[in-house]
């Protein structure tokens, strides 16, 4: 763990720490390779259904957590503790009791909130599917989190041979991120974020190229929609290794280096855009947001922003494949409206140049 904190020190990467991986403390609810209590030393002191409710596992387990933050709290590295991942796997929720499993998070959240003195903020998880909407959960938290597994409930192509007039797998996909987002931002007022997402449980199978769209436009669409952390796409292994990551990640982290959330109050904007989906997040300094189209360029496309003071404002387009700015433009607002059209982008002198589906953008007042 020492090492650990030091290499992401090292890297200015920052740890959500879960403390309680649902396997952990679940016995069989899940099966496999989720039923790993037998090997919590928190089974000599209580059985996995009573592990929330148990006054002896919470003695031990205080002793615990406050050894955790005394001996890691230090780390600027350290930026979230994540403390139960996926509760309803849990013998602790599903025989135990609901109110008795949200009562320990209470706890949780309690406990840290008064232990730690740099106050990071807590969270803790339903799974994926759409049905595990979880408000009390999102109500005792610093961060309302919300996991998202597509194929578990959420909309997507029922068939597996797509016809031209078949709803886009693509489309669907980043739809429902922007869906939860939405909710999980009108519902609470904190921040919020995508615990976990992804995984195979999505309409294209890894290493497709539908796939790495899927994540691309995830990062994307929760950060125009307000997310506090970009989505965790799990996992990092053979599926979604540093062909995908690598340059996404790079290109996305380009773009927010500059944004100030802690001092900007972002709220989202009224944006549309025709043919295409669109969000944007605004505030007195700075808009940004990302327009997309699901079947083609979104070259030659325009998106309106509404409710903005007239004046000259400066737009800046950014290619989000390439992880590059296009030449800045002034644009005007009129009757409380700006509009702005993306360029089209042609193969030249014989080297690629495209536009690609989505464009992300920022637009600050001119000067």
Same mark, same amino acid.
């Given at each position: ?65 406050? %050894?955790?933050?005394?001996?890691? $709290? #230090? ?8 403390? /139960?991942?996926?509760? +309803? =796997? ?113 309409? %294209?199978?890894?290493?497709?190229? $539908? #796939? ?8 994307? /669409?929760?950060?125009? +929609? =307000? ?141």
């Amino acid at each position: 763990m020492d090492q650990l904190f030091e290499w992401c020190e090292q890297r200015d990467l920052h740890i959500s720490w879960n403390i309680w991986f649902h396997s952990y403390i679940s016995m069989a609810v899940w099966g496999g390779g989720n039923a790993r209590y037998r090997n919590n030393p928190y089974v000599l002191v209580s059985s996995a259904k009573d592990f929330f409710g148990s006054e002896e596992a919470w003695k031990y387990q205080e002793k615990l957590y406050r %050894y955790i933050i005394a001996r890691w $709290g #230090y780390s600027r590295a350290l930026f979230l503790w994540f403390t /139960v991942d996926e509760i +309803n =796997g849990t013998e602790g929720w599903t025989k135990g009791g609901q109110a008795v499993a949200e009562q320990w998070s209470r706890k949780m959240d309690q406990y840290f909130n008064a232990h730690d003195p740099y106050g990071r903020p807590t969270t803790g998880t339903q799974s994926g599917g759409i049905g595990q909407w979880w408000p009390e959960g999102y109500e005792i938290f610093d961060i309302a989190s919300r996991e998202i597994y597509e194929a578990q409930g959420h909309p997507m192509p029922k068939s597996g041979k797509l016809g031209p007039d078949d709803e886009s797998p693509i489309q669907l996909s980043y739809r429902n991120y922007a869906t939860q987002t939405r909710n999980l931002w009108n519902g609470w007022h904190k921040p919020a974020m995508v615990g976990e997402c992804g995984w195979d449980h999505t309409y %294209y199978e890894p290493g497709m190229p $539908g #796939y790495l769209a899927m994540y691309h436009n995830a990062l994307w /669409v929760c950060l125009a +929609n =307000g997310l506090c952390a970009t989505p965790f796409w799990w996992s990092y292994s053979d599926w979604l290794n540093d062909s995908i990551v690598t340059n996404q990640m790079l290109h996305f982290s380009r773009f927010v280096a500059d944004i100030d959330f802690a001092n900007l109050n972002f709220e989202p904007a009224e944006i549309t855009a025709g043919d295409c989906d669109a969000w944007a997040m605004k505030s007195d300094k700075l808009i940004f947001g990302w327009v997309v189209h699901p079947r083609t360029s979104v070259a030659n496309e325009s998106f309106t922003i509404s409710g903005l003071r007239d004046g000259s404002y400066d737009v800046r387009l950014y290619r989000t494949w390439r992880g590059r700015y296009m030449d800045g433009q002034t644009v005007e607002c009129r009757d409380g409206k700006l509009t702005c059209t993306i360029p089209e982008l042609k193969t030249t002198r014989g080297h690629a140049l495209h536009i690609g589906n989505d464009s992300a953008f920022k637009i600050t007042p001119g000067k």
